[in-house]
């Protein structure tokens, strides 16, 4: 079943085309700096804020993370946990992933089941999506999660993947060549996940530039994430991207 959040997220697809899906890491952003950072992200153009890092970060950071985005904007917040206490009881949804390309059946199966009943109790939004580490090394996501990245010249293995999380019912498959990497997810690699299945596409890591994030549109990206251009203070950097976006 669709909720609200996932069919704002459709909605503005719809309209827009490609969007733009901010990622705030609790560890890595000011909680007093929040609220003015999302009113800035809302005033560019940003569809929907997500939260969540590949490190530990206590229940209480968190949470603060949350209310303080709820005070900045009217935009749907969804999160991104790398485990169970990344769990929020005041966000909006959840992108309730199995890491597909992960050796340690927890991230793939486990630490949903255990967070399953917390996503229920809190009346959070599922919204399920196959996560898929791609690259040539493994970062912080890739090395916590235990992960085999999909090389980026193969990219007929991310197309099984996604195949196969389209056939599990996921309505989402996220490509992420990794918070802060040096290159995104290559083009070719895009166009053919989405040529093969019929579900959303959303592309992160690594995309710094209006051209790299305009590559990855014109490949059949329906979501362009950024984190790391957004904690590195370069915010206009993310206007310009986003700017670009909706010129499409």
């Keep these: ?26 560890q890595n952003v000011r909680v007093e700096m929040v609220e003015e950072l999302v009113k800035k992200l809302a005033d560019m153009g940003s569809s929907a804020i997500m939260v969540g890092g590949s490190t530990v970060v206590s229940q209480r950071e968190l949470d603060d993370v949350v209310k303080e985005i709820k005070k900045g904007a009217d935009l749907p917040v969804i999160l991104f946990p790398n485990g ?44 399920p999506m196959g996560y898929l580490i791609v690259g040539t090394s493994l970062g912080a996501a890739g090395f916590v999660g ?48 989405k040529k093969a299945t019929g579900v959303k596409l959303i592309v992160g890591g690594g995309i710094r530039t209006p051209e790299q994030a305009l590559d990855a549109a014109k490949a059949g990206a329906d979501a362009i994430v950024t984190g790391t251009l957004i904690e590195q203070a370069s915010i206009d950097n993310t206007g310009n991207l986003i700017s670009s976006l909706r010129r499409r």
């Design 84 to 127: 169970v206490t990344g769990i929020s009881e005041y966000a909006d949804a959840i992108f309730f992933a199995s890491l597909m390309n992960s050796t340690n059946p927890y991230y793939i199966m486990g630490v949903q089941a255990l967070g399953a009943p917390l996503v229920k109790r809190y009346k959070l939004e599922p919204i």
């Design 146 to 193: 235990q992960a085999i990245p999909i090389p980026p010249e193969k990219p007929e293995l991310a197309c099984m993947y996604g195949i196969a999380a389209e056939y599990l019912g996921m309505r989402f498959v996220y490509l992420e060549a990794g918070s802060g990497s040096e290159k995104p997810v290559p083009p070719e690699m895009v166009r053919c996940v």
């Design 1 to 26: 079943m669709i909720g609200k959040v996932e069919k704002h997220l459709m909605d503005v697809m719809e309209k827009r085309g490609t969007i733009h899906l901010s990622l705030l890491d609790p």
